[in-house]
């Protein structure tokens, strides 16, 4: 494993994308969201994510001139078509829409349809807390998840995000509805390690904590088992439904990579209009001190809430380097024109 500097990594991001036919001003926009990623240790939506990125691009399954377009406008809520436009832009265009609403009506809720991988999910969690919002987003994806009790796969993991604004640190939850979300999967197998509870099935059908069996059946475990396998279905059928989007058995049918022709929602509400930051840091405060204060199991040695280690990950990224697998960064070098 090397360190490399957040500037230095963000920089050979752009100069990537740029090679691979991106605007510089949207691929360096681009490239601080992956680069963020993996400062927040979230490696599998960072760095690890660009080559497959570059590789939709020239397969033309990412259309780098989709632009966000507004299709439906009900007061507090709003519909937009993504064409297909690079997912992390899309993403924000709509965060920030959501936020715009939220500030004239308390509430802001943006559904945008026919879009391509956000990337991380919680980027957006965090975008919005930084401006002082509550936010609330999700998004569905073609089928990578059997549902409870099945063999094959019919259902998305559909990662879900939540987020309160806090000025002593965000409290941001950023979950697949998987055990483990196939990204977790792919670090730990890089890094030759086993994952720390069963996340899946082999081909045999037996659960398993090795995560490369379970990338070969597809067989991922449903978070909370049943429940998992519900939420899944709820939030495919709500992103669908309120976008006017495709669900997952529509996004199957397109084959064109990971979450190509997806449907996403993103809630903001601002606090503000509520009880007021000062109410929202206390209860926060109060919530995450009565969670750390927990006494911590026999195989733990704290107990923390979401958000909490990736603002550790990212404060030790910042000062001595961002952590990256050593093939990986030499393959983005390659994509950017540069050697290792």
Same mark, same amino acid.
């Given at each position: 494993?090397?360190? =490399?500097?957040?500037?230095?990594?963000?920089?050979?991001?752009?100069?990537?994308?740029?090679?691979? !036919?991106?605007?510089?001003?949207?691929?360096?926009?681009?490239?601080?969201?992956? #680069?963020?990623?993996?400062?927040?240790? /979230? @490696?599998?939506?960072?760095?690890?994510?660009?080559?497959?990125?570059?590789?939709?691009?020239?397969? !033309?399954?990412?259309?780098?001139?989709?632009?966000?377009?507004? /299709?439906? $406008?009900?007061?507090?809520?709003?519909?937009?078509?993504?064409?297909?436009?690079?997912?992390?832009?899309?993403?924000?265009?709509?965060?920030?829409?959501?936020?715009?609403?939220? $500030?004239?009506?308390?509430?802001?809720?943006?559904? +945008?349809?026919?879009?391509?991988?956000?990337?991380?999910?919680?980027?957006?969690?965090?975008?919005?807390?930084?401006?002082?919002?509550?936010?609330?987003?999700? #998004?569905?994806?073609?089928?990578?998840?059997?549902?409870?009790?099945?063999?094959?796969?019919?259902?998305?993991?559909?990662?879900?995000?939540?987020?309160?604004?806090?000025?002593? *640190?965000?409290?941001?939850?950023?979950?697949?509805? $998987?055990?483990?979300?196939? !990204?977790?999967?792919?670090?730990?197998?890089?890094?030759?390690?086993?994952?720390?509870?069963?996340?899946?099935?082999?081909?045999? *059908?037996? +659960?398993? %904590?090795?995560?490369?069996?379970?990338?070969?059946?597809?067989?991922?475990?449903?978070?909370?088992?049943?429940?998992?396998?519900?939420?899944?279905?709820?939030?495919?059928?709500?992103?669908?439904?309120?976008?006017?989007?495709?669900? #997952?058995?529509? =996004?199957?049918?397109?084959?064109? *990579?990971?979450?190509? !022709?997806? %449907?996403?929602?993103?809630?903001?509400?601002?606090?503000?209009?509520?009880?007021?930051?000062?109410?929202?840091?206390?209860?926060?405060?109060?919530?995450?001190? @009565? /969670?750390?204060? %927990? #006494?911590?199991?026999?195989?733990?040695?704290?107990?923390?809430?979401?958000?909490?280690?990736?603002?550790?990950?990212?404060?030790?990224?910042?000062?001595?380097? =961002?952590?990256?697998?050593?093939? /990986?960064?030499?393959?983005?070098?390659?994509?950017?024109?540069? $050697?290792?």
């Amino acid at each position: 494993m090397t360190r =490399i500097p957040f500037d230095t990594m963000r920089d050979v991001i752009t100069e990537a994308f740029v090679k691979a !036919g991106m605007p510089a001003e949207d691929a360096a926009q681009c490239a601080v969201f992956h #680069t963020q990623a993996s400062c927040d240790g /979230v @490696y599998s939506h960072g760095l690890n994510r660009v080559a497959r990125f570059v590789d939709y691009v020239k397969k !033309g399954w990412v259309n780098l001139e989709g632009k966000p377009e507004r /299709v439906r $406008s009900l007061a507090a809520i709003e519909v937009f078509d993504g064409h297909r436009g690079p997912g992390i832009l899309n993403a924000l265009s709509a965060s920030n829409r959501s936020m715009e609403l939220a $500030s004239k009506n308390g509430v802001g809720i943006v559904a +945008l349809r026919n879009t391509t991988h956000w990337m991380r999910g919680g980027a957006f969690g965090w975008h919005a807390a930084d401006k002082g919002y509550v936010a609330m987003c999700w #998004t569905n994806t073609e089928s990578c998840m059997p549902a409870w009790g099945a063999q094959n796969t019919r259902l998305g993991n559909n990662p879900f995000v939540m987020a309160v604004p806090r000025d002593k *640190g965000h409290i941001v939850l950023d979950m697949a509805m $998987s055990q483990y979300a196939y !990204g977790k999967l792919q670090v730990t197998r890089l890094k030759g390690e086993k994952l720390p509870f069963p996340g899946g099935f082999d081909k045999n *059908g037996e +659960l398993t %904590s090795e995560p490369g069996p379970i990338e070969e059946s597809m067989r991922i475990l449903p978070m909370g088992y049943w429940k998992g396998s519900g939420f899944a279905i709820l939030l495919d059928t709500l992103a669908a439904v309120l976008s006017e989007g495709a669900p #997952t058995y529509e =996004i199957d049918q397109i084959q064109e *990579g990971s979450c190509t !022709g997806c %449907s996403q929602i993103f809630i903001a509400i601002d606090p503000q209009q509520l009880g007021g930051q000062d109410f929202t840091n206390r209860v926060a405060d109060g919530i995450a001190d @009565y /969670v750390n204060g %927990s #006494t911590p199991d026999e195989k733990s040695k704290e107990v923390i809430y979401p958000g909490q280690i990736e603002v550790r990950v990212r404060k030790d990224h910042l000062e001595n380097g =961002i952590v990256v697998d050593d093939g /990986v960064w030499a393959e983005v070098l390659a994509l950017a024109g540069r $050697s290792a």
